[in-house]
C-alpha cells in the first residue's frame, strides 16, 4: 500500500509539477558552495506556555523530554519577549532580531529581514538549505520581510502543515467517505491529492529547483505523511505532522538553518487546562524526536545548535482577564520564558545573564557565518563560547 | 443599536459640558463607544459609568490633571493623534494600534495604575451599600475523584463541610437548591431571589439542563450551554460561512462581523431581553472556545455576569467535557459528531482537571469587586459528594458546622444568609 501511494504521487507530481521551476542558474549556483559544517535548527516550543507548565517545578512533569536534555544543554533562566504577543509578531522577532509590529495574524510579511534571507545572500546557500515548518497555518509569510534588497528569493522554504491536513480533513469530511476520517487511508488520500494539485494553494511557498528534485520535495513530504498517518500513535495534530515533515526535510535536504514551530497548545484558547496540559507534553515528546534525530543522523550529530524556546507565555492565573487562556495582558507570565540550547560546542549550564527573543537570530548569524545587519538582538556569547 | 440619544441624562449632560474632550483621547474613546450601547448594558454597569464620570466630574481639575498626566505623555509617545484616533469612534483599528505601539505595555500601566486611584473611591460607596450574595459552584456526579483532591487550588481560603447526601443522587440538587426533593417541585434558591429583588440579580449557568429542570421563574437569569444549542449551531455555521468566505484575521474581527447575529426568540428565553441576547451572542463569540466546550461556556458567561452584571446570587453548573476525536479538532466550527463516526466519549479525568482550574478563576473573579468581598459565601459543590467547600465570612453558620449536614440544612443555611 505504502509503495503504490508512492508511486501513485511521483506519477503524478511528474505530471503536474514539471513547469513550475526555479531558474536554473540559482540552484547550479547553490550546488557548487562548499557545504559549511554548523547547522542551527530553532524551536519555538510553541502556541504560548507559561514558565509555570514547563520549567518551574510544578511544571517539570509535563515535560520530561526537556527536563532529561537540560543539564546537557546551556539553559537560559530568563529569555523575555519584548514585544507585541502575538504568534506571528514574536516568531518573526525570534528570526529577525528585531521587534515586529506587524499584523497580528500573518496578513504582512516581518518588516525587517529575516536571518533566511541573510544567510542564504551572503553564504549562497541554495533554496533547499533554509526551511519554515510551521504548525501555525498563519505563517505562510513568515519565511522572509518586507525588505525589497532581499526577500523572498533569498527566504526560506514555508512549509505549513497543519494547513495541508486541515484542508484534507475537510476534504473527507465533505465527501462523506466511508468511516470518514476514522480511516486514516482516506485522509491520507487527501493529504496526497492536496499536494499533487499544488500545495501553494494552502499557502505553502517550495522554491522549485527543477523538475527531479521539485519531484524529490514531493516525495519527501508524501513520505512524511505516510509516516504520521500511519505512526504507531493515532495521529491527531498538526504539531506531529510538522514533526514528520521536519525529520523528512533533515534527512534529505540537511537544511543548514531551520526553524521548527510548534503550535498545538495554543489549544489553551478552548478553554480546557487538560488540554492545554497535553498538547505540552506532546510538543515536549516531539522536541525530543527532534534531538533524537540530531543525534542519529550524520548530517546533524555534532555539528547542529539546538535552540528551544517558547515564543510567548500566557496570562497569569491572578489579575488578568482570564488566565492560561489567552496572552495578551502583558504580564510577566507571557513575556518571561526561557532559552535551552543544545548540541554542538554548547557548555553545559544554567545562565542567570536575562536573554532576549531578539537575541536568537543574532546567535544564529555568528554561529552560520552570516551578519545581519541593524538588528537590536546581541549574540549571546555564552552559546558562541 | 443605542444610540446616543437614549443615554442617561447624567452622562449626556457630561457629554455636552465637554468632559469626554477633556480626558486623554485613548481612555474617553473606550467608554464614549461603550456608553453608546446603552440599551444593552446592565443595571450595574450603567451605574459603574454613571458614578465613574460624576466621580471625574465632580473631583479637583488640577488633581484630575495630575492623575492622567502620564497617560497623556504615554499617548504622544505613542503617536495619538485626530487621524489615528477619532474623538468618539473606537474601533479594531485602535485596539490593534495599541497592541502593536512599542509604549503599550507602559499604556497598560498608565491605565492601571488611573484605575488603582479611581477604583478604592467608587468601591467605598459599594462597600457601604453591601449585601450578603452568594456562589455556589457545582461539579457534574461522574467526576472520577473523591472530595480530598477536589478544590485543591483554593481549598487553603475555605473550610471543607461535612454533608449528609441523599439516598437518591437525583436529589442531590434539589434538595441544596430548593431544600425538597425532586417530586416536590419546589423552588430554588435562585428563583426565589430572582422574584424578590431587582432584575438580573440572580443568574443560573449551567452546561447541561440539570437546574433549568428544577423550575426557573421568569426573572431568573438562565443560561444553559445545552439549550442554547439551535443559536449554537446558527452560529458555528456562520462562522464557517464568513471563515470560507472571507479573509478574517482574528477573533475580533469575527466578533464585528456577526455583531447583528442575535439569538432569536424561538431558540431561548434569553432571546426575548435585549441585554441578555446581546450577552449571550458576546459571550459565545468572544474567541475562548465558548462556542466549543461546554464548561469553558459556563466559565466565561460566569466571569463576565460578575464583571457586568454584578449579580447577588449566582449558581453555575458545570458538566463533562467530551474527549476531542482524532483530526475533528482541525474542524474547530464543525458538528464533531457528524466529523467523525468515532462514538463521542466522556473525558471526566481531562474534565476534573480543567474544572481545578476554572474553581479558582470564578472565585477570583467575584473577590476583585468591592460588592462581594467580605459579604458574599461561596460554596463549591461536588454532586453526589459527601463535603462541599465554603469560602465564607466568619459568621456563615455553616463554617461551624461539627456533624456532617444535610442538604436541607444548607439549603436553610443559604436562605437565611440571603434573609429570603
Excluded at chain 1, 534588497?149 to 480533513?169: D, H, I, R, T, W
Excluded at chain 1, 557565518?369 to 552559546?383: L, M, S, W
Aim: aromatic share 10%; hydrophobic share 40%; proline share 6%.
Amino acid at each position: 500500500m505504502l509503495a503504490l501511494t508512492k508511486r501513485r504521487f511521483l506519477q503524478l507530481a511528474g505530471l503536474s509539477i514539471a513547469h513550475r521551476i526555479l531558474p536554473a542558474r540559482l540552484w547550479a549556483g547553490a550546488a557548487r558552495l562548499p557545504q559549511a559544517s554548523r547547522k542551527v535548527i530553532i524551536v519555538t516550543f510553541g502556541g504560548g506556555v507559561r514558565y509555570s507548565e514547563t520549567f518551574a517545578p510544578e511544571g517539570l512533569r509535563n515535560i520530561p523530554r526537556l527536563v532529561e536534555m537540560k543539564p546537557n544543554g546551556s539553559f537560559f533562566k530568563s529569555c523575555t519577549n519584548a514585544g507585541v504577543l502575538s504568534h506571528y509578531n514574536s516568531t518573526g522577532s525570534i528570526l529577525t532580531g528585531n521587534w515586529q509590529r506587524v499584523d497580528d495574524f500573518g496578513f504582512q510579511p516581518p518588516a525587517t529581514p529575516t536571518i533566511f534571507e541573510y544567510y542564504r545572500k551572503q553564504t549562497g546557500a541554495g533554496p533547499m538549505d533554509a526551511w519554515a515548518i510551521a504548525t501555525n497555518k498563519s505563517f505562510s509569510l513568515i519565511g522572509s520581510g518586507a525588505d525589497r534588497s532581499l526577500g523572498q528569493p533569498y527566504g526560506a522554504n514555508v512549509v505549513l502543515p497543519k494547513q495541508l491536513l486541515l484542508e484534507a480533513v475537510e476534504g473527507v469530511v465533505k465527501n462523506n467517505a466511508d468511516a470518514g476520517v476514522a480511516n486514516r487511508e482516506n485522509v491520507l488520500r487527501h493529504l496526497e491529492s492536496i499536494l499533487s494539485e499544488g500545495y501553494e494553494g494552502v499557502g505553502w511557498t517550495i522554491f522549485k529547483a527543477g523538475g527531479q528534485l521539485n519531484r524529490t520535495v514531493r516525495d519527501t513530504l508524501t513520505h512524511a505523511l505516510v509516516e504520521y498517518i500511519n505512526g504507531p500513535e493515532a495521529p491527531s495534530s498538526g504539531d506531529e505532522l510538522t514533526f514528520f515533515i521536519a525529520r523528512e526535510v533533515m534527512r534529505e535536504f540537511a537544511p543548514r538553518l531551520m526553524l521548527v514551530n510548534f503550535w498545538d497548545m495554543d489549544v489553551a484558547h478552548w478553554g480546557s487546562y487538560s488540554l492545554y496540559l497535553q498538547a505540552i507534553t506532546k510538543t515536549d515528546r516531539l522536541t525530543g524526536m527532534l534531538w533524537d534525530e540530531i543525534q542519529s543522523n550524520p548530517n546533524y550529530k555534532d555539528r547542529t545548535t539546538l535552540l528551544i524556546l517558547p515564543e510567548l507565555g500566557r496570562d497569569g492565573d491572578i489579575n488578568a482577564a482570564n488566565g492560561f487562556l489567552n496572552h495578551r495582558s502583558g504580564d510577566p507570565s507571557c513575556r518571561n520564558m526561557w532559552l535551552l540550547a543544545m548540541g554542538a560546542g554548547v557548555a553545559p549550564g544554567e545562565i542567570e545573564r536575562p536573554v532576549f527573543h531578539v537575541d536568537v537570530a543574532a546567535t544564529t548569524a555568528e554561529l552560520l557565518g552570516f551578519k545581519a545587519h541593524e538588528i537590536t538582538g546581541r549574540p549571546i556569547q555564552e552559546i558562541l563560547s | 443599536m443605542a444610540g446616543a440619544a437614549k443615554l442617561s441624562p447624567t452622562l449626556q449632560a457630561l457629554i455636552d459640558k465637554g468632559l469626554f474632550e477633556r480626558l486623554p483621547a485613548t481612555f474617553s474613546t473606550f467608554f464614549f463607544e461603550q456608553i453608546q450601547e446603552w440599551e444593552t448594558l446592565f443595571p450595574a454597569e450603567r451605574s459603574y459609568h454613571e458614578r465613574l464620570f460624576s466621580l471625574i466630574d465632580q473631583s479637583d481639575p488640577a488633581a484630575v490633571e495630575k492623575l492622567f498626566e502620564p497617560l497623556r505623555r504615554i499617548e504622544q509617545l505613542m503617536g495619538v493623534n485626530e487621524k489615528n484616533w477619532p474623538r468618539r469612534h473606537f474601533t479594531l483599528d485602535q485596539v490593534d494600534f495599541l497592541n502593536r505601539s512599542a509604549h503599550y505595555p507602559e499604556w497598560r500601566r498608565a491605565i492601571s495604575d488611573i484605575f488603582a486611584r479611581i477604583d478604592p473611591l467608587l468601591e467605598q460607596e459599594m462597600a457601604r451599600k453591601g449585601s450578603a450574595r452568594l456562589a455556589v459552584v457545582i461539579a457534574p456526579a461522574e467526576l472520577p475523584v473523591s472530595p480530598d483532591r477536589m478544590w485543591l487550588r483554593i481549598r487553603q481560603h475555605g473550610k471543607r463541610i461535612p454533608l449528609q447526601p441523599p439516598d437518591d443522587v437525583a436529589d442531590y440538587l434539589p434538595l441544596l437548591l430548593s431544600g425538597a426533593p425532586r417530586k416536590d417541585g419546589a423552588q430554588t434558591i435562585s428563583a426565589r431571589y430572582a422574584l424578590a429583588k431587582e432584575p438580573y440579580a440572580a443568574w443560573s449557568l449551567e452546561a447541561g439542563s440539570g437546574l433549568s429542570d428544577l423550575g426557573a421563574s421568569g426573572a431568573l437569569v438562565a443560561l444553559s450551554y445545552e439549550r442554547l444549542h439551535d443559536y449554537r449551531t446558527r452560529l458555528t455555521s456562520e462562522v464557517m460561512r464568513i471563515l470560507k468566505a472571507e479573509d478574517i484575521r482574528g477573533p475580533r474581527q469575527l466578533l464585528a462581523k456577526l455583531k447583528e447575529l442575535r439569538i432569536l426568540a424561538s431558540e431561548g428565553d434569553v432571546g426575548r431581553d435585549p441585554v441578555l441576547a446581546e450577552f449571550t451572542r458576546a459571550t459565545l463569540l468572544s474567541g475562548n472556545g465558548t462556542l466549543l466546550i461546554n464548561n469553558t461556556f459556563v466559565e466565561w458567561s460566569t466571569m463576565q455576569a460578575v464583571r457586568r452584571a454584578r449579580p447577588s446570587v449566582t449558581v453555575v453548573s458545570f458538566g463533562i467535557r467530551n474527549k476531542i476525536k482524532p483530526f475533528t479538532s482541525m474542524l474547530i466550527y464543525a458538528d464533531q459528531d457528524k466529523s467523525s463516526p468515532i462514538p463521542t466519549q466522556m473525558d471526566t479525568l481531562g474534565t476534573y482537571v480543567d474544572l481545578e482550574i476554572f474553581y479558582q478563576y470564578i472565585w477570583q473573579e467575584f473577590e476583585k469587586y468591592a460588592e462581594y468581598r467580605h459579604n458574599t459565601a461561596y460554596l463549591f459543590v461536588g454532586e453526589g459528594m459527601d463535603e462541599l467547600l465554603a469560602i465564607a465570612p466568619p459568621d456563615f453558620p455553616l463554617l461551624t458546622a461539627k456533624q456532617p449536614v444535610p442538604l436541607t440544612q444548607v439549603f436553610g443555611t443559604m436562605k437565611d444568609w440571603l434573609r429570603l
